[in-house]
């Protein structure tokens, strides 16, 4: 991580080199990106954890005539089948071909999209139906694109989702609450921030049945209406 000379070149040689690579942290890595991703779906047909988290080249990809790039190779590759942890944190250019994309990866039980600023309903729908086993899921800091509408479409698909955060999506507000109490796997829930969740919103989230051991953390720091 933070290794800023690691360049998309770099990328080619390690995953020639490793191609029984499991588990990879690239934070922060400002050098690498769409070509660097599809160097990793190209060779390392085993691949379980992805940390992206800060790659501010890492975008949609282009799909060029000889092969595609970024998260839309990885999603063609052998890697989706065994992919099962994915941080994206902070990519803010990833938008709504490389929410299709993670949807291929039926094995995913974490993903991270905070700070993610271009995230898009008809994306946010096709995760909803096909990532059926997430158990955590970050929509923080998400800005405006985070709606009530887009939370509904993931949340109300995923029955297994333990851990969710939603901090500072400002326009999150009863019917995200209603889908969450949805959830009956739910232990861990953080809207910090959530200035649109009010007394009724967490009545509704109340009225959720969760299984054993059931909802054992709510933060609800900066919930003014609350």
Do not use: W
């Not at 969710?164 to 109490?181: P, Q």
């Amino acid at each position: 991580s933070r290794c800023n000379k690691v360049t998309n070149s770099g990328m080619r040689l390690l995953s020639e080199g490793c191609k029984n690579l499991r588990s990879i942290v690239l934070l922060n890595v400002k050098r690498i990106g769409d070509v660097g991703i599809r160097y990793l779906a190209t060779e390392c047909n085993h691949l379980e954890r992805l940390n992206a988290s800060g790659l501010s080249m890492l975008s949609d990809g282009v799909d060029r005539t000889f092969a595609l790039e970024g998260l839309q190779s990885l999603s063609k590759s052998a890697a989706s089948t065994s992919l099962k942890h994915l941080n994206l944190h902070g990519c803010q250019q990833i938008c709504n071909l490389s929410l299709i994309a993670i949807a291929n990866f039926g094995s995913l039980e974490y993903l991270d999209l905070s700070g993610c600023n271009k995230l898009t309903l008809a994306g946010a729908t096709h995760i909803g139906k096909r990532c059926k086993r997430l158990t955590f899921l970050s929509l923080a800091s998400c800005g405006d694109c985070v709606s009530n509408a887009l939370c509904e479409a993931i949340i109300l698909r995923l029955s297994l989702l333990k851990l969710v955060d939603l901090s500072f999506c400002r326009k999150i507000s009863d019917r995200s609450l209603k889908a969450l109490a949805k959830c009956s796997d739910l232990q861990h829930l953080d809207l910090t921030g959530c200035t649109g969740v009010s007394d009724q919103s967490i009545l509704f989230l109340c009225e959720g049945t969760f299984t054993s051991p059931g909802l054992r953390n709510l933060l609800l720091a900066g919930c003014t209406k609350v």
